[in-house]
């Protein structure tokens, strides 16, 4: 008989069967010409290598069904050529935009610029070439099938006018080929095929064409002799299809008794039938329901690493998930933990290789205008070699500073100006930081020298970089992004002598654009359109990666069909995870792809891809499933699990708890083992210097965090330290200097002074487009000194108010030099709200009482003398600061006006608790250092709330302390306070009313930083 069926269940023998007729055949004095057919590149593999041992393999051909269609085409007079993927994208690209322009899109036309739907409208054609689909009339289409159905007829009309052919139309072209002449099967003598469940109508048609024409055509389905068992219906329909086509066929059935284990033999022949009996469990098959997904993973790798400790081979242990995007990250990272090396049997996405994502991330640094992330990232690349552009290995971590102080966020022309500014200066590379007016280095720059060059070498990367700006064929951007690719060193990092997948189908896809352009026509496009078709190839793009035999194999529930191992582990028996919740396609619906054999969305026979998942195992078994999410809902056990369940005792299901007591000899990492002896009490028995040396780094750390979880603060972890450190040495000298906004510092949270004067940490911010506060301040008191300074009469208003805008406009203009910053399309809207607030600032300080005598009076700094306090003990300490406004009455008496862009935390509570001391210490200052009278009142002005805030220093009372002298001799109290606790060594942290603020050096490790409730 030509065409036979070979029927068994899962395990039992098919594909050792076709290696005995393979053999057999083989084996004969003439020479065959034999040809088995498989579903995938791990099962040709697996099977020529069992062929290896037989010894003779001469006429044997193994592949893919479209493979076995190509040698037939190859055969026939047929001059059509398997059309490269990116050409069919084009023809399929320009057909949707016709169909756009004459209205024939209908509903797609809102959708058809969104991501992704050119790609699935691909999809969707290629589905329908597959089933090798010609249409069917029919009054019952809807609108859109019938859209995606002219789309799919005047894909294939196109393609074939080029005298191109879709790959998922090989089958159906080889089909029409052995239908027309028999030449090309001519010394054809015998087909195998293994490991389907499922073939298309060309698939199908083809093998009972060959058998017509005399060729012996053997399959093998999964199934039994009749029992109807439901893991089989597909492979049953299939079975009836070929019946239909081919009536005289021959059915083999070789029994339903796998070649498996007792125990798993045992859940095989009991899974999903009525009456399940209760099988005996054993040591090597375990069920197990874990708490979350990840402690799932752990579970897995841990009884595969216990598998290795025992002398098992890492490529004979196989971990089973549902899909690519579920579990591979958390198994990435336990494998990493455990030491076992895991390898992911699926093709990776162009896009996601790290050198092909720098040539995206090279071509957007010209057409973003050099931002400041994405440039840095580009020279700092390791697959580049820009020492041709005169770039040193340094230069990054130096442009770096620079983008820091420029500020630079992006635009070509900032990093020269910046970088030209640096130059000028020549051996200055100090910023001199604007809060509390202090010189405080924060970075080292380059000089004038390392300026100049770096300049040179911007401009040498930026003119190759540079893109012409008018459209240009495909063919012209090929060549000029692989002369740049060659100029940037990018190309003399590929080894020369080894192949290597991602860079072959790279190379494959600029040379499909090419003939994309040879083929239809001149394909011109501007730069940008060139980058978005590169990009979008990346995404659509994949690459098998070569299977490592000395890892664990990773691999989708679907994929492991055909395939054997000693140890299976399968993850994910959930509900909606795995069977995955199934819904009708959209596009072509259940009704429609029963007409045009395509495989159905809604029957996935997700059953028969278990069962022949759980025997896969020549000799463990383990299944898991997570009880509870990530985010810590209840997840429903999968009804394969409960299939499974029904087969054994209650007593032999295991659930792994959060709380579940483990032994330390089951732990499978270091950080596994030090946690579980913590947590359950179990002393660990030290054996080696190492385990002993990292345990004292352990407990010393729960020292730390035993510090960090008790409510009070107290002890060396939280900042209670034996003597001054050597950064704070200065401050136990009998006289010590020291500014307002130090000692509120320290007053407001001794950890942050510490952390900001003792360790000297200066956050180096990102920069970002705007201004910062600070510098909103600077440039709003910069404006007011002047206004003031320049009017003849500083409490005439009127002239005040004309003076305003004069003023304002030139330091407007000259602040994104002064200041360093980019403007914002807000700056101009900016001015004109601060320019408001000037207004009320001048209006709301006007008086006829007080006159305006100086501006921004600086004491201790510039020659001018210091305010010296002597404490109680006899300490000196020695103030400095600027006043931002001193005004004067007619009797010589002082006001002092402090300017702040804030509103909160400026009454007298604040001064009181220490948190603010300015306004009496600058009253002190005006009166003992500057010697300009006796003050009798002082306050904040808050720009921003124009108006002063609630402390008055002519109306302050606290206790017995009252008026301007009583502030000063509360400051002076917080002042023995403060020197008492550093004296101490006491910087304890503590959170201020309203939380910290988020400014706050010591927020990125602080467990005591709050934020978010200032004011």
């Given at each position: 008989?030509s065409?036979?069926?070979?029927?068994?269940?899962a395990?039992?023998?098919?594909?050792?069967?076709?290696?005995k007729?393979?053999?057999?055949?083989?084996?004969?004095?003439?020479?065959?010409?034999?040809?088995?057919?498989?579903p995938?590149r791990?099962?040709?593999?697996?099977?020529?290598?069992?062929?290896?041992?037989?010894?003779?393999?001469?006429?044997?051909?193994t592949?893919?069904?479209?493979?076995?269609?190509?040698?037939?085409?190859l055969?026939?007079?047929?001059?059509?050529?398997?059309?490269?993927?990116?050409?069919?994208?084009r023809?399929?690209?320009?057909?949707i935009?016709?169909?756009?322009q004459?209205?024939?899109?209908?509903?797609?036309?809102?959708?058809?610029?969104?991501?992704?739907?050119?790609?699935?409208?691909?999809?969707?054609?290629s589905?329908?070439?597959?089933?090798g689909y010609?249409?069917?009339?029919?009054?019952?289409?809807?609108?859109?099938?019938?859209?995606?159905?002219?789309?799919?007829?005047?894909?294939?009309?196109?393609?074939?006018?080029?005298?191109?052919?879709?790959?998922?139309?090989?089958?159906s072209?080889?089909?029409?080929a052995?239908?027309?002449?028999?030449?090309?099967?001519?010394?054809?003598?015998?087909?195998?095929?293994?490991?389907?469940?499922?073939?298309?109508?060309?698939?199908?048609?083809l093998?009972?064409?060959?058998?017509?024409?005399?060729?012996?055509?053997?399959?093998?389905?999964?199934?039994?002799?009749?029992?109807?068992?439901?893991?089989?219906?597909?492979?049953?329909?299939?079975?009836?299809?070929f019946?239909?086509?081919?009536?005289?066929?021959?059915?083999?059935?070789?029994?339903?008794?796998?070649?498996?284990?007792?125990?798993?033999?045992?859940l095989?022949?009991?899974?999903?039938?009525?009456?399940?009996?209760?099988?005996?469990?054993?040591?090597d098959?375990?069920?197990?329901?874990?708490?979350?997904?990840?402690?799932?993973?752990?579970?897995?790798l841990?009884?595969?690493?216990?598998?290795?400790?025992?002398?098992?081979?890492?490529?004979d242990?196989?971990?089973?998930?549902?899909?690519?995007?579920?579990?591979?990250?958390?198994?990435q990272?336990?494998?990493?933990?455990?030491h076992i090396p895991?390898?992911?049997?699926?093709?990776?996405?162009?896009?996601?290789?790290?050198?092909?994502?720098?040539?995206?991330?090279?071509?957007?640094?010209s057409t973003?205008?050099?931002?400041?992330?994405?440039f840095?990232?580009?020279?700092?690349?390791?697959?580049?070699?820009?020492?041709?552009?005169?770039?040193?290995?340094a230069?990054t971590?130096?442009?770096?500073?620079?983008?820091r102080?420029?500020?630079v966020v992006?635009?070509?022309?900032?990093?020269?100006?910046?970088?030209?500014?640096?130059?000028?200066?020549?051996?200055?590379?100090?910023?001199?930081?604007?809060?509390?007016?202090?010189?405080?280095?924060?970075?080292?720059?380059?000089?004038?020298?390392?300026?100049?060059?770096?300049?040179?070498?911007l401009?040498?990367?930026?003119?190759?970089?540079?893109?012409?700006?008018?459209?240009?064929?495909?063919t012209?951007?090929?060549?000029?992004?692989?002369?740049?690719?060659?100029?940037?060193?990018?190309?003399?990092?590929?080894?020369?002598t080894?192949?290597?997948?991602w860079?072959?189908?790279?190379?494959?896809?600029?040379?499909?654009?090419?003939?994309?352009?040879?083929?239809?026509g001149?394909?011109?496009?501007?730069?940008?359109?060139f980058?978005?078709?590169?990009?979008m190839g990346?995404?659509?793009s994949?690459?098998?990666?070569?299977?490592?035999?000395?890892?664990?194999?990773?691999?989708?529930?679907?994929?492991?069909?055909?395939?054997?191992?000693?140890?299976?582990?399968?993850?994910?028996?959930?509900?909606?995870?795995?069977?995955?919740?199934?819904?009708?396609?959209?596009?072509?619906?259940?009704?429609?792809r029963?007409?045009?054999?395509?495989?159905?969305?809604?029957?996935?026979?997700?059953i028969?891809?278990?069962y022949?998942a759980?025997?896969?195992?020549n000799?463990?078994l383990?299944?898991?499933r997570?009880?509870m999410?990530d985010?810590?809902?209840?997840?429903e056990?999968?009804?394969?699990?409960?299939?499974?369940i029904?087969?054994?005792?209650?007593k032999?299901i295991?659930?792994?708890?959060?709380?579940?007591?483990?032994?330390?000899?089951d732990?499978a990492?270091?950080?596994?083992?030090?946690?579980?002896?913590?947590?359950?009490?179990?002393?660990?028995?030290?054996?080696?210097?190492?385990?002993?040396?990292?345990?004292?780094?352990?407990?010393?750390?729960?020292?730390v965090?035993?510090?960090?979880?008790?409510?009070?603060?107290e002890?060396?972890y939280?900042?209670?330290?034996?003597?001054?450190?050597?950064?704070?040495?200065?401050?136990?000298?009998?006289?010590t200097?020291?500014s307002?906004?130090r000692l509120?510092?320290?007053?407001?949270?001794?950890m942050?002074?510490?952390?900001?004067y003792?360790?000297?940490v200066?956050?180096?911010?990102i920069?970002?487009?705007?201004?910062?506060?600070?510098q909103?301040?600077s440039?709003?008191?910069?404006?007011l000194?002047?206004?003031?300074?320049?009017?003849?009469?500083?409490?005439?208003?009127?002239?005040?108010?004309?003076?305003l805008?004069?003023?304002?406009?030139?330091?407007?203009?000259?602040?994104p030099?002064?200041?360093?910053?980019?403007?914002?399309?807000?700056?101009q809207?900016?001015?004109?709200?601060w320019?408001?607030?000037l207004?009320?600032?001048?209006?709301?300080?006007?008086?006829?009482?007080?006159?305006?005598i100086?501006?921004?009076?600086?004491?201790?700094?510039d020659?001018?003398?210091a305010?010296?306090?002597?404490?109680e003990d006899?300490r000196?300490?020695?103030?400095?600061?600027?006043i931002?406004?001193?005004?004067?009455?007619?009797?010589?008496?002082?006001?002092?006006?402090?300017?702040?862009t804030?509103?909160s935390?400026?009454?007298?509570?604040?001064?009181?608790?220490g948190?603010?001391?300015?306004?009496?210490?600058?009253?002190?200052?005006?009166?003992?250092?500057?010697?300009?009278?006796?003050?009798?009142?002082?306050?904040?002005w808050?720009?921003?709330?124009?108006?002063?805030?609630?402390?008055?220093?002519?109306k302050?009372?606290?206790?017995?302390?009252?008026?301007?002298?009583?502030?000063?001799?509360?400051?002076?109290?917080?002042?023995?306070?403060?020197?008492?606790?550093?004296?101490?060594?006491?910087?304890?942290p503590?959170?201020?009313?309203?939380?910290?603020?988020?400014?706050?050096?010591?927020?990125?490790?602080?467990?005591?930083?709050?934020?978010?409730?200032?004011?």
């Open positions: 008989m065409l036979q069926i070979l029927m068994a269940g395990a039992c023998g098919k594909t050792t069967e076709v290696l007729r393979v053999c057999s055949e083989l084996s004969s004095t003439d020479l065959k010409k034999i040809w088995v057919i498989l995938d791990r099962q040709i593999n697996s099977f020529r290598e069992k062929l290896l041992t037989s010894g003779n393999m001469i006429g044997l051909s592949g893919l069904f479209y493979e076995f269609g190509n040698e037939i085409l055969k026939s007079d047929q001059t059509y050529t398997e059309a490269p993927e990116l050409l069919l994208h023809i399929l690209q320009k057909i935009q016709n169909f756009s004459t209205g024939d899109l209908g509903a797609f036309e809102a959708i058809k610029d969104k991501p992704g739907f050119i790609q699935l409208v691909h999809r969707k054609v589905e329908l070439a597959e089933a010609e249409s069917f009339p029919s009054d019952n289409l809807d609108p859109e099938v019938d859209v995606i159905l002219k789309i799919y007829q005047a894909y294939q009309k196109r393609v074939k006018q080029r005298q191109w052919m879709d790959p998922h139309q090989i089958i072209m080889a089909l029409d052995v239908r027309s002449t028999s030449s090309v099967i001519k010394g054809l003598d015998f087909v195998a095929v293994d490991g389907f469940e499922r073939f298309t109508p060309p698939q199908l048609n093998l009972c064409q060959l058998a017509e024409r005399g060729v012996k055509v053997l399959i093998t389905l999964p199934g039994n002799d009749g029992a109807g068992r439901t893991i089989y219906q597909r492979a049953q329909e299939s079975l009836e299809q019946q239909s086509a081919f009536p005289d066929l021959e059915l083999i059935y070789a029994g339903d008794q796998p070649f498996l284990p007792s125990f798993i033999l045992g095989a022949n009991n899974f999903l039938v009525d009456k399940p009996q209760i099988i005996e469990k054993q040591s098959m375990r069920l197990l329901s874990a708490y979350s997904p990840l402690q799932e993973v752990r579970e897995g841990r009884r595969i690493r216990f598998l290795l400790n025992k002398s098992a081979f890492a490529g242990c196989a971990i089973l998930i549902p899909a690519e995007d579920q579990y591979s990250a958390l198994l990272t336990v494998a990493n933990e455990y895991i390898h992911f049997n699926w093709g990776k996405p162009l896009i996601q290789v790290a050198q092909l994502e720098l040539i995206l991330n090279l071509l957007h640094v973003e205008d050099f931002p400041r992330r994405l840095l990232d580009v020279i700092r690349s390791p697959f580049v070699d820009l020492s041709n552009f005169g770039f040193k290995p230069d971590a130096i442009l770096e500073r620079v983008s102080y420029g500020p992006a635009g070509f022309d900032n990093w020269m100006k910046v970088l030209q500014r640096l130059a000028t200066k020549g051996e200055e590379s100090k910023k001199q930081a604007e809060l509390d007016k202090e010189d405080d280095e924060i970075f080292n720059l380059p000089n004038a020298d390392a300026c100049q060059r770096l300049m040179e070498s401009r040498s990367l930026a003119a190759i970089l540079k893109p012409p700006e008018k459209e240009k064929r495909i012209f951007w090929v060549e000029w992004l692989w002369q740049l690719l060659e100029d940037l060193g990018w190309l003399s990092q590929m080894p020369a080894t192949e290597i997948l860079f072959e189908k790279f190379k494959q896809n600029l040379r499909e654009m090419c003939i994309a352009d040879q083929e239809l001149f394909w011109y496009l501007d730069f940008d359109q980058v978005a078709e590169l990009e990346f995404q659509m994949t690459f098998q990666q070569t299977t490592d035999r000395n890892k664990v194999q990773v691999l989708r529930l679907l994929d492991a069909r055909g395939s054997r191992f000693e140890h299976v582990v399968i993850l994910g028996l959930a509900e909606g995870v795995f069977p995955k919740s199934q819904r009708e396609d959209p596009f072509l619906p259940e009704i429609f029963q007409q045009a054999g395509l495989e159905s969305h809604v029957e996935h026979n997700q028969g891809v278990f022949q759980i025997t896969r195992a000799s463990t383990m299944v898991t997570p009880y999410s985010k810590g809902e209840a997840l056990p999968s009804p394969y699990w409960n299939a499974l029904a087969c054994l005792e209650e032999d295991e659930v792994v708890r959060s709380t579940t007591k483990r032994t330390l000899e732990a990492s270091l950080e596994e083992l030090f946690f579980w002896s913590h947590l359950f009490k179990i002393p660990i028995k030290f054996e080696d210097e190492h385990l002993s040396q990292t345990i004292n780094k352990l407990n010393h750390q729960k020292a965090l035993s510090s960090r979880q008790s409510k009070r603060i002890g060396v939280e900042g209670e330290l034996e003597k001054l450190p050597p950064g704070l040495a200065k401050f136990e000298q009998k006289e200097d020291w307002a906004s509120e510092t320290y007053k407001s949270c001794p942050r002074f510490w952390t900001q003792g360790l000297g200066v956050e180096q911010h920069p970002v487009l705007g201004l910062e506060s600070f909103i301040g440039i709003l008191h910069q404006i000194e002047d206004v003031y300074r320049t009017a003849e009469d500083p409490t005439n208003v009127d002239q005040l108010l004309d003076l805008p004069v003023i304002a406009r030139q330091v407007f203009d000259a602040a030099e002064t200041y360093q910053f980019e403007p914002t399309v807000y700056w809207t900016q001015q004109e709200e320019l408001a607030i207004q009320s600032a001048i209006i709301g300080l006007a008086s006829e009482e007080w006159v305006p100086a501006f921004e009076e600086k004491f201790g700094l020659g001018k003398p305010l010296n306090i002597e404490l006899g000196m300490v020695r103030l400095h600061g600027v931002d406004r001193i005004d004067q009455d007619l009797q010589g008496n002082l006001r002092i006006i402090d300017y702040k804030g509103v935390h400026l009454g007298k509570d604040d001064l009181i608790q948190t603010r001391l300015q306004l009496p210490l600058y009253a002190m200052a005006a009166m003992q250092a500057l010697k300009m009278g006796e003050v009798k009142e002082g306050f904040y808050t720009l921003n709330g124009e108006e002063a805030g609630s402390l008055k220093l002519s302050f009372q606290s206790a017995d302390f009252e008026g301007p002298s009583g502030a000063i001799q509360v400051a002076k109290l917080h002042l023995q306070m403060i020197m008492d606790g550093l004296s101490s060594a006491d910087f304890s503590q959170v201020p009313d309203g939380g910290c603020p988020k400014y706050c050096g010591a927020r990125l490790w602080c467990w005591r930083y709050h934020p978010g409730r200032q004011g």
